[in-house]
């Protein structure tokens, strides 16, 4: 009989184990948009624009293959089944997703299959799977390192599966919507927050390899120094592709493994793939992960919301240049440099003591690769409470970090262009400079550039008072 494919975050067809499952006699490829059920973790604005172009991408290519991809909206737990009742298949197959909700539906969906004669048949798209992965002891790993060698031990991963040649694609029984009708893409006449995007990225499975044969050309042999340089392109940016499954990390794994690059270079880098897998095994095993710290006693941190800080931070207003220069990246290209992440992130929690769990939310409606495993687990080690964190009282100062890491200033130059022309001894301390530099700059603090929302000695204080009163009422 016919299977169904149903494809989630996994918008490809080479090494796709569940299409490679079900092509093997008819196949109805279907996506369903389901923001019901996902609840307030659906896709967020920028995630949606880039599936807009994603699924585009995917039709295109199934087409080519000999299959039509149809589109649908609602409740995947009750069309998903209605779908194999109406062309007679007896099995789904996907990929399976490590999001509390998605796993729920999974297992509602799953049995409703099993009453019906079929079945739900979930493929595994990580390198490593959540159960395989354990102690001596037989637990699950709370710390990335003794996970990683763990992972590294095991070896190459098997060979990635090669792309159907053809596909023995069935007719919808029913009638689809159209990619416009599933109103992903930023609705007009609003200035169009996405325009930078399209210059950006190349959403969909051909972009995605062009990207990582890029990296693999231009960066990765100096991926250990080039990854901390926010202004130079040094690290792959392959993490929208990642997250929605446009390229495997096995087919990343081989690819870079069989590049001729110095193997501290490789090691570096396929270490960063395992950090994915390992926070997505933090979530898979402790699903509470996104919404509730998981050290209880950081439940009662004394923590001040306060809207108008978040509203400076969101606009890159804080006055701190490459905190600053990093919320706008993310506006202007919804995507952000790792170590501006971990440096914006810290001043939110700790300069400005702002919950964790507010900028999670802003990442997750700003990120193109914004991922419920990846940043819910590093909100929560910027934080101090999540599994393998960073210690609380390590406060980056931002001064220092912009100038460590934007040594030149390229980063902040780019993003916070009133401040270009500032001499780099001050571009990262502007309140610093002498009258005659800001003048000759053209900035005058206050008007076109804010004075720092926190003075960093101060900010660091509180933050560790804000820590001692936690720690008194545990
Ligand atoms: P590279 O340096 O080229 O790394 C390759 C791949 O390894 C990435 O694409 C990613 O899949 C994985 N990876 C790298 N660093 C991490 C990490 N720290 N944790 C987990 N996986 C990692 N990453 C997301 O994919 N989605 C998110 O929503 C997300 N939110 C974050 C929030 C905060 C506060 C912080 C500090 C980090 C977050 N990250 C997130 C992790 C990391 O910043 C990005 O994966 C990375 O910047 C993506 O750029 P890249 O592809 O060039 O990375």
New binding site residues.
Partial sequence: SPAILWFRNDLRLADNPALHAASEGEVLPVYVLDDAAAGRWAAGGAGRWWLHYSLEALAAALKEKGAELLLLRGEAATLIPQLAQKIGASAVHACSLIAPWARERDAAIAKAMEQAGGELVLHNPFLTTPEAIRTGQGKPYSVYTPFANAVMKLGDPPPAIPAPKRLDGVKPPVKGETLAQLGLLPSKPVPDWAAAFNEMWEPGEAGAHRQLDR?LEDALAD?PAG?NRPGEDG??????H??WGEVSPRQVWHAVRQRKAPATATDT?LK??V??E??HSILWHQPELPDKPLHAEYGHFPYRRDPKAQKAWQQGRTGYPIVDAGMRQLWQHG????RV??I??SVFIKHLLQPWQD??AW??DT?V???L???S???Q??AGCGADASPFFRVFNPVLQGEKFDADGAYVRTFVPELAKLPDRWLHRPWEAPADVLRGAGVTLGRDYPEPIIDHATGRARALEALATMKAQA
């Fill in positions: 990296f991926y990854r690290s792959s940016r392959l993490s929208p990642l997250h880098y960063e793939i950090w994915r390992f926070s995507w952000m440099h790792n992440r971990m914006v992130a900028g999670e990442f997750w990120l690769d914004a991922d495993g990846n940043n687990f590093n909100w080690w910027v």
